[in-house]
Protein backbone atom coordinates (compact mmCIF):
# COMPACT_ATOMS: atom_id res chain seq x y z
CA UNK A 1 0.00 0.00 0.00
CA UNK A 2 1.28 3.79 -0.74
CA UNK A 3 1.58 5.84 2.17
CA UNK A 4 -0.57 8.61 2.43
CA UNK A 5 1.63 12.06 3.14
CA UNK A 6 -0.14 12.43 6.69
CA UNK A 7 1.44 9.01 7.98
CA UNK A 8 4.66 9.63 6.53
CA UNK A 9 4.47 13.07 8.38
CA UNK A 10 3.63 11.14 11.30
CA UNK A 11 6.05 8.95 11.31
CA UNK A 12 8.90 11.51 10.34
CA UNK A 13 7.89 13.83 13.49
CA UNK A 14 9.90 14.04 16.31
CA UNK A 15 8.66 12.67 19.26
CA UNK A 16 8.96 15.06 22.34
CA UNK A 17 11.52 13.35 25.32
CA UNK A 18 10.37 12.02 28.59
CA UNK A 19 12.15 13.89 31.49
CA UNK A 20 12.47 12.26 34.87
CA UNK A 21 15.07 11.76 37.53
CA UNK A 22 17.47 13.81 35.51
CA UNK A 23 17.09 11.17 32.16
CA UNK A 24 15.36 11.74 29.07
CA UNK A 25 13.66 9.15 26.98
CA UNK A 26 11.75 8.79 23.61
CA UNK A 27 8.75 7.09 24.26
CA UNK A 28 7.03 5.40 21.81
CA UNK A 29 4.29 7.23 19.10
CA UNK A 30 1.45 5.79 21.02
CA UNK A 31 2.58 7.17 24.65
CA UNK A 32 4.47 10.37 23.25
CA UNK A 33 1.23 12.48 24.81
CA UNK A 34 2.43 11.29 28.18
CA UNK A 35 5.92 13.33 28.01
CA UNK A 36 5.33 15.73 30.99
CA UNK A 37 3.43 13.70 33.32
CA UNK A 38 2.96 14.69 36.53
CA UNK A 39 5.05 11.69 38.61
CA UNK A 40 4.39 10.09 41.96
CA UNK A 41 8.05 9.69 44.25
CA UNK A 42 8.74 6.81 46.75
CA UNK A 43 11.87 6.35 47.35
CA UNK A 44 13.95 5.29 43.74
CA UNK A 45 10.62 4.64 42.08
CA UNK A 46 8.25 7.14 40.27
CA UNK A 47 4.59 6.23 38.99
CA UNK A 48 2.51 7.76 36.83
CA UNK A 49 -1.21 6.54 36.09
CA UNK A 50 -2.19 7.13 32.23
CA UNK A 51 -5.76 6.49 30.68
CA UNK A 52 -6.97 3.08 29.45
CA UNK A 53 -10.31 2.04 28.34
CA UNK A 54 -9.64 -1.54 29.21
CA UNK A 55 -12.87 -1.89 31.94
CA UNK A 56 -10.87 -3.08 35.23
CA UNK A 57 -7.16 -2.16 34.27
CA UNK A 58 -4.81 0.39 34.98
CA UNK A 59 -1.90 1.40 32.91
CA UNK A 60 1.28 3.49 34.19
CA UNK A 61 4.25 4.32 33.22
CA UNK A 62 7.18 3.62 35.91
CA UNK A 63 10.65 4.66 36.13
CA UNK A 64 12.93 2.76 38.77
CA UNK A 65 16.62 4.77 39.50
CA UNK A 66 19.57 3.00 39.00
CA UNK A 67 19.60 0.24 42.02
CA UNK A 68 16.28 0.89 42.96
CA UNK A 69 13.98 -2.54 44.37
CA UNK A 70 10.79 -2.84 44.53
CA UNK A 71 9.34 -4.95 47.12
CA UNK A 72 8.43 -7.91 47.10
CA UNK A 73 5.12 -9.08 46.10
CA UNK A 74 2.63 -11.00 44.17
CA UNK A 75 -0.56 -9.70 42.28
CA UNK A 76 -4.49 -10.46 42.78
CA UNK A 77 -4.61 -10.27 38.81
CA UNK A 78 -2.19 -10.06 36.32
CA UNK A 79 0.53 -7.42 35.47
CA UNK A 80 2.30 -6.49 31.83
CA UNK A 81 5.29 -5.48 31.65
CA UNK A 82 6.86 -3.87 28.80
CA UNK A 83 10.48 -2.81 29.34
CA UNK A 84 10.80 0.39 27.56
CA UNK A 85 14.51 1.40 28.27
CA UNK A 86 17.08 -0.02 30.56
CA UNK A 87 17.51 -3.25 32.37
CA UNK A 88 15.59 -4.80 35.09
CA UNK A 89 16.28 -8.36 36.92
CA UNK A 90 13.65 -10.61 38.13
CA UNK A 91 14.68 -13.26 39.97
CA UNK A 92 17.40 -15.26 37.67
CA UNK A 93 16.02 -13.68 34.77
CA UNK A 94 17.55 -10.09 33.41
CA UNK A 95 15.13 -8.64 30.44
CA UNK A 96 16.37 -5.39 28.69
CA UNK A 97 14.49 -2.94 26.32
CA UNK A 98 11.74 -4.45 24.18
CA UNK A 99 11.07 -7.31 26.70
CA UNK A 100 7.25 -8.14 28.08
CA UNK A 101 6.93 -9.75 30.89
CA UNK A 102 3.69 -11.30 32.56
CA UNK A 103 3.24 -12.15 36.21
CA UNK A 104 0.24 -13.12 37.84
CA UNK A 105 -0.86 -14.49 41.59
CA UNK A 106 1.20 -17.40 41.29
CA UNK A 107 4.58 -15.53 40.95
CA UNK A 108 5.86 -13.55 44.14
CA UNK A 109 8.63 -11.47 43.06
CA UNK A 110 10.90 -8.62 43.96
CA UNK A 111 12.13 -6.54 40.52
CA UNK A 112 15.12 -4.59 41.01
CA UNK A 113 17.27 -2.68 38.31
CA UNK A 114 20.84 -2.34 38.10
CA UNK A 115 21.20 0.73 36.08
CA UNK A 116 17.29 2.13 36.46
CA UNK A 117 14.76 1.52 34.07
CA UNK A 118 11.49 2.48 32.29
CA UNK A 119 8.40 0.47 32.03
CA UNK A 120 4.90 0.76 30.83
CA UNK A 121 2.60 -1.71 33.51
CA UNK A 122 -0.63 -2.80 32.94
CA UNK A 123 -2.61 -4.05 35.65
CA UNK A 124 -5.87 -5.38 36.37
CA UNK A 125 -5.99 -5.54 40.59
CA UNK A 126 -3.72 -4.30 43.19
CA UNK A 127 -0.49 -5.93 43.89
CA UNK A 128 -0.13 -7.52 47.55
CA UNK A 129 3.23 -6.93 49.34
CA UNK A 130 4.49 -9.84 50.98
CA UNK A 131 7.23 -9.34 53.17
CA UNK A 132 8.50 -6.60 55.59
CA UNK A 133 7.34 -3.37 56.23
CA UNK A 134 5.83 -3.11 52.92
CA UNK A 135 3.36 -5.23 54.09
CA UNK A 136 1.62 -2.06 56.13
CA UNK A 137 0.69 -0.64 52.84
CA UNK A 138 -1.40 -3.58 51.18
CA UNK A 139 -4.59 -1.65 53.57
CA UNK A 140 -3.86 0.99 50.59
CA UNK A 141 -2.58 -0.51 47.65
CA UNK A 142 -5.52 -0.24 45.66
CA UNK A 143 -4.34 3.26 45.46
CA UNK A 144 -0.72 2.18 43.78
CA UNK A 145 -1.72 0.33 40.75
Request: glycine fraction near 8%; proline fraction near 7%.
Amino acid sequence: PVATEAALALAESPRPELRVAGHSYRLPRALARHHAPRWRHLGAIRQVSLPLDEMGARANLLHIEAGGRIPEHTHKGYELTLLLAGTIEDGDTRYQAGDFIWRDASHAHSPHTPDGCLCYTVQDAPVQFTKGLSRLLNGISQHLY
